[in-house]
């Protein structure tokens, strides 16, 4: 005789209802107190997507956020995780970011945690790869994407309301925004006088206030769950050492690991390329960095990050100079981002580490694009100086 299938299915609605009705706070009471010292370098999207864990951390003055891309997870032995971990330095860095977080997906963030954020000091590393013309496409902003973020900003009171509007018209160009039908219709309630949208909007409130709800708990629960630890590379010791000493043993170290190329990255990003390099030759002739969608969502970074309170510290990357001449791309237009992007940054009142004139230094990058062993040392020294507060000696790291 079979079992009758609704059973199962009865069951799974039962425990599915028993997790939603747990209270908040029983959760957060089960969840280990060393869950935001583990998330430090793990660099999970289920972290930086949900806001629980980020929360913590904020309100913990142990913590330095560094917030990026993909470069964060090249944890070498310089690594701002792993240097100030090896000098015992009295803040711990908690990397937020993954490859194709860019900026519109930095400012729901910030949007989450204004509170937060207050007197904060914080470090944003910038990648010049995102300021193409288009901005962030499809491919880098839907993975990285929080629907969690996304409700909470819609129910969102503090941020500017000018701020919110120009958000807004941006995240509807995406699909995982356009296509959620409660969630874009109360974005284009904000940024319409139509009557007919604003009473959907009314309709679909309680709805979205459920769902979002629903997004919160479930991030309760993965920071329950927990997530896995990152390979952390701290031979030799970097303690007791002079910047100088630091930069020279960086460089030495790039030197063993960049011995097949003549574009000063590691060997094992070289063969990736190698055997298409001839295609490369000359490509980016008439591309630059000069224009770009992103430089309006970096512009909501900024305003956000100014009405919240928040100290940040800006590293301008660059690129690797020796292949992007390799590739055509006009000097031109990776000046004029340079020259743009600092401009920008200091217009808001905030400080930048400007390291745009390392383009051309060997193993300052790890790879084509990414900052690597050398680089990792300035970015160490300004991180340092930029949390001690030395201004005169902050003013130094750029040169």
Do not use: C
């Amino acid at each position: 005789m079979k079992k009758p299938v609704f059973i199962p299915l009865f069951l799974a609605f039962l425990v599915l209802f028993i997790l939603v009705i747990i209270p908040d706070r029983w959760i957060e009471s089960l969840i280990p107190k060393n869950r935001i010292s583990q998330a430090a370098t793990e660099l999970n999207p289920v972290m930086f997507q949900g806001k629980y864990i980020q929360q913590k951390m904020l309100e913990d003055g142990r913590y330095l956020p560094i917030y990026g891309s993909s470069e964060l997870a090249r944890l070498d032995r310089f690594h701002p995780s792993n240097y100030f971990q090896e000098v015992h330095e009295s803040f711990t860095p908690f990397l937020v970011g993954r490859g194709g977080t860019e900026s519109l997906i930095h400012f729901l963030n910030f949007s989450e945690h204004m509170d937060q954020l207050r007197g904060k000091k914080i470090v944003f590393v910038l990648s010049p790869q995102w300021f193409n013309p288009q901005g962030a496409d499809e491919s880098h902003f839907v993975p990285n994407y929080s629907s969690l973020q996304g409700y909470d900003f819609a129910f969102n009171k503090q941020v500017d309301p000018e701020v919110k509007k120009k958000a807004i018209k941006r995240l509807l160009t995406y699909s995982s925004v356009k296509n959620d039908p409660i969630l874009s219709t109360l974005y284009k309630a904000e940024i319409t006088n139509d009557p007919w949208i604003k009473r959907e909007a009314s309709a679909l409130r309680p709805a979205a206030v459920i769902y979002r709800h629903l997004l919160a708990k479930k991030d309760l629960y993965y920071s329950l769950a927990g997530w896995f630890s990152r390979h952390r590379d701290l031979t030799p010791k970097v303690r007791n050492k002079s910047w100088d000493q630091l930069a020279q043993e960086a460089e030495q170290y790039g030197a063993k690991r960049a011995t097949n190329n003549h574009f000063y990255i590691s060997n094992s990003q070289y063969n990736k390329i190698k055997g298409f390099l001839p295609s490369l030759k000359n490509k980016d002739m008439k591309r630059s960095y000069a224009e770009s969608k992103e430089y309006g969502d970096f512009q909501l970074v900024l305003d956000v990050l100014k009405q919240s309170g928040a100290k940040a510290l800006f590293i301008s990357v660059p690129v690797n100079g020796h292949y992007y001449d390799y590739t055509g791309f006009p000097k031109e237009g990776r000046a004029a981002y340079y020259s743009r992007i600092k401009q920008q940054i200091e217009a808001n009142g905030f400080q930048v580490a400007d390291f745009s004139d390392h383009e051309y230094d060997p193993y300052f990058m790890k790879d084509t694009i990414h900052i690597g062993w050398k680089g990792w040392v300035y970015t160490d020294r300004a991180i340092k100086q930029f949390y001690e507060g030395n201004d005169q000696d902050f003013a130094m790291v750029n040169h």
